[in-house]
């Protein structure tokens, strides 16, 4: 009965590669948000999506591509992995658009080696 | 902009104890103000949350309010279970931002029996 589900849980991989992440939730919300947890526990959001419309879209480089193909899944793509995109990334979402309360998945630990 | 601002961790006290971890917020209008915290290895889980001034938000325990004078939401419990150590999160959101959550950098509570 698990809310807002994430897989994987983590995620090793080298240099170069591109990997996924997917995203699904069971609440019925229309909302969905991607957030990235850095080294220092700095949480910020990435992307969210409505309905499977892009609604935010913050300063992510372009390697970096969401995916909805429908509302209860928000996936995550990552082209020519960095070092610099270790980090948990987490899945998130909301009733709806604004919604004060977000559900959080358990995250997906990613390591670029 | 809109900012978050918590007191640097880590927090480290005895089971028992008073816990007051700081948080400060700049932003445009009236947000709604939240604590969420992540257990070790967990994702993150909203705490508590008010939507308006004077608003009390509590739960397990704590308690937090929000004060517009001082820009302030404050976390508080009266006494500390070593179950609490964890990393505690301050996060506002700002009417109209789309679900655009500004979390704080996050404050690590250790709790020593």
């Known amino acids: 009965d698990t809310a807002v589900s994430q897989t994987p849980k983590y995620l090793v991989t080298q240099m170069g590669n591109d990997k996924s992440i997917k995203c699904e939730q069971n609440?019925?919300?229309?909302?969905m948000y991607w957030y990235k947890q850095d080294s220092k526990k700095f949480l910020k959001i990435m992307f969210s999506?409505?309905?499977?419309?892009?609604?935010i879209n913050e300063t992510v480089p372009n390697r970096f591509s969401p995916k909805s193909p429908d509302k209860a899944h928000l996936n995550l793509h990552i082209n020519s992995l960095e070092l610099g995109d270790s980090a948990v990334y987490f899945c998130?979402?909301?009733?709806?658009?604004?919604?004060?309360?977000?559900?959080f998945g358990p995250g997906t630990r990613l390591l670029v080696l | 902009g809109n900012s978050v601002t918590q007191m640097e961790g880590p927090v480290t006290l005895s089971e028992e104890a008073f816990l007051t971890i700081n948080c400060t917020y700049t932003a445009t209008g009236y947000p709604s103000l939240f604590w969420y915290v992540q257990y070790p290895g967990e994702g993150l889980q909203l705490l508590l949350k008010?939507?308006?001034?004077?608003d009390k938000g509590s739960n397990k325990g704590f308690e937090a309010t929000y004060r517009k004078e001082t820009t302030s939401f404050h976390l508080e419990k009266g006494s500390v279970q070593v179950s609490d150590s964890a990393v505690y999160f301050c996060a506002l959101l700002r009417r109209g931002s789309q679900g655009n959550l500004i979390f704080g950098k996050g404050t690590k509570l250790s709790v020593k029996p």
């Open positions: 008010a939507t308006k001034a004077d």
């Open positions: 609440l019925g919300h229309d909302t």
């Open positions: 999506y409505n309905n499977k419309e892009l609604i």
């Open positions: 998130a979402s909301s009733q709806f658009t604004g919604e004060e309360t977000q559900y």
